[in-house]
């Protein structure tokens, strides 16, 4: 069985969102000559950026760079003007002013309603560092990223967000449930031939006939790789994705593991993208599956402003 055991994910030095920060960190100390380090937040609310000689620069300099370090820390979800005051100890008024400053310098984003701030180079970075559907803006990419993050902490199994780049399944994001063991069955960037995994099964089962099948028939030499699954099977499971409205794939792209996906389509049928849930096999009997594909299903119907 391929699982992997995990502990809550912790804001470590060593993480991805650490590491990013401490970039920006860098670039600003380079050129103010300030000493700094990123402080481990595993058992605090807020990562705090401590200077060694804090007359060594400007007080604002350290306020904007809590600012930007709490951003990252919460990143995808954003954060407004009050509760980053009541995170960082800053008056909501600095606060406002930081936003604006760092807004100017693109250090920052804010959402359509003008009310929730980003760290803007991660928004940057879903479209520069990884591949992403050319039709669909970061701000659904973004929103699909809070639902997935509930979903995690609801579920406590891992779950995915997919693209389709043409005869493939693309990975985008994935988050991490709290449940020991964890089916990573996929990671941003992961390809699979279009219709291994349920949510690459979901955006298969929502292509047309014509199309899904030219699809299949492409895909034809590479499905031997996956626990001997045929091009009659893949059509199968495309039908009864189609008759039951979600997809269910088990022990196909993993060992061991039952798969859940829902595809998000315009308005014309045409797939955008899909969501799924993973888990071990004994954590998914046919009622909990029914369950994860209406979550899963409601997450993606709230996207459906963003298209």
Not at 20 to 40: D, F, G, P, R
Not at 199 to 222: F, H, I, T, W
Not at 274 to 291: F, L
Request: hydrophobic share 40%; with cysteine; glycine share 8%.
């Amino acid at each position: 069985m391929t699982v992997k055991c995990c502990q809550p994910k912790s804001f470590s030095y060593s993480s991805p969102e650490c590491t990013a920060t401490q970039e920006i960190v860098q670039n600003v100390i380079h050129k103010s000559k300030l000493s700094v380090h990123i402080v481990n937040t595993k058992n605090r609310k807020t990562s705090l950026v401590d200077a060694q000689d804090q007359s060594a620069g400007p007080s604002t300099l350290l306020k904007g760079l809590k600012v930007l370090s709490l951003l990252k820390e919460v990143w995808p979800e954003g954060l407004g003007a009050t509760e980053v005051s009541r995170r960082t100890g800053i008056e909501r008024v600095n606060v406002q002013r930081l936003f604006l400053a760092l807004e100017s310098s693109a250090w920052v984003r804010r959402d359509k309603a003008g009310k929730r701030f980003f760290s803007g180079d991660d928004a940057e970075a879903i479209g520069s560092r990884l591949w992403t559907p050319p039709d669909i803006s970061q701000e659904l990419i973004l929103a699909a990223m809070q639902g997935m993050r509930k979903l995690a902490k609801q579920l406590g199994d891992a779950v995915f967000l997919i693209g389709r780049d043409a005869n493939e399944s693309v990975g985008l994001h994935r988050e991490i449930g709290d449940y020991p063991m964890q089916i990573l069955a996929s990671f941003p960037g992961k390809r699979h031939p279009l219709g291994v995994g349920s949510a690459g099964m979901a955006l298969l089962a929502a292509l047309p006939d014509k199309e899904a099948q030219a699809v299949v028939k492409a895909n034809s030499p590479r499905l031997e790789e996956y626990g001997g699954i045929s091009p009659e099977m893949i059509h199968r499971l495309r039908i009864n994705t189609r008759q039951r409205g979600y997809a269910v794939m088990q022990n196909y792209a993993v060992s061991g593991a039952l798969g859940v996906g829902c595809a998000l389509t315009r308005d014309d049928g045409t797939p955008v993208l899909a969501m799924s849930v993973s888990a071990i096999t004994d954590r998914m009997p046919i009622k909990r599956q029914a369950e994860t594909a209406r979550l899963l299903r409601h997450e993606l119907d709230n996207l459906r402003g963003l298209l």
